[in-house]
């Protein structure tokens, strides 16, 4: 009998763990008097952030316990614990308040100002958890390409002298397929973060598409480009897009 309650407790608890560790995308929707638009959503937990849409929509990965920042210029920045609740519904609906301050205040702790890279340097945002941190093995990487089991079959061989691969590293086949796999892992990481960041990035800048396109790829030419969009932190990669623009703005003044 005992060792029954053991086990139903034991497959409790892992049913337990799995429900707290899982990330839903959650849709949510602002509900204000003022614009909707471009109102920023930082899950301070997991590192990922988004901004809303002309009706005040958003959807933005989080699990439950995680901390929301919503944050508006013209907005008092509110912070949303994810609930069972919200979990379930995969939905949150967030009311707003108009900020009307107009005194000088003295503020203790963290400033939440409405704009985006201040917020996210105040708001504490930390790098979600994974397997690696706990020590155990796991594997998230994508599908190899085709130039990737291109590498792998010039790269293996069997007998006790493996001919393929000694060949192609004569011939140079092996260095030219590692290197055009570099080339396309750059470009799909460069075509994302245009997807992603250029709506942040070009809000205040008034970049043609043409200055846009050259400045994302002014930005993978850095090598830590490829290795923060390997990592997956998008606080940390739209910190270092910033950084670039500045950059990118003294190239353009220099050509």
């Not at 003295?106 to 996210?120: F, Q």
Request: proline content about 3%; aromatic content about 10%.
């Amino acid at each position: 009998m005992v060792r029954i309650k053991f086990f139903l407790f034991s497959i409790l608890f892992l049913c337990s763990s799995e429900i707290l560790a899982q990330t839903e995308n959650i849709k949510g929707k602002i509900i204000a008097s003022g614009d909707l638009v471009g109102i920023h959503i930082i899950n301070k937990t997991a590192g990922k952030f988004t901004i809303t849409n002309d009706f005040g929509e958003f959807e933005i990965p989080a699990k439950l316990n995680d901390t929301i920042l919503v944050s508006g210029v013209e907005y008092v920045p509110k912070e949303i614990i994810v609930d069972d609740i919200s979990m379930q519904a995969k939905q949150l609906v967030i009311n707003l308040e108009v900020n009307l301050n107009v005194l000088d205040e003295v503020v203790v702790g963290k400033i939440l100002t409405g704009d985006l890279m201040t917020d996210i340097e105040n708001s504490e945002a930390k790098r979600e958890m994974n397997f690696y941190d706990l020590g155990i093995p796991g594997y998230t990487g994508p599908r190899k390409t085709q130039s990737e089991r291109r590498l792998y079959e010039a790269q293996s061989g069997g007998g006790l002298v493996p001919l393929n691969p000694l060949i192609n590293w004569i011939t140079g086949r092996t260095k030219r397929l590692k290197e055009q796999i570099e080339r396309e892992e750059i470009g799909i990481a460069i075509n994302e973060a245009k997807a992603k960041y250029a709506k942040v990035i070009f809000e205040d800048e008034p970049f043609s598409e043409t200055l846009q396109n050259e400045y994302f790829y002014f930005c993978g030419d850095d090598p830590s480009f490829k290795t923060l969009s390997d990592v997956g932190n998008e606080l940390v990669m739209l910190q270092f897009l910033k950084e670039k623009l500045e950059a990118f703005k003294i190239h353009l003044e220099k050509k």
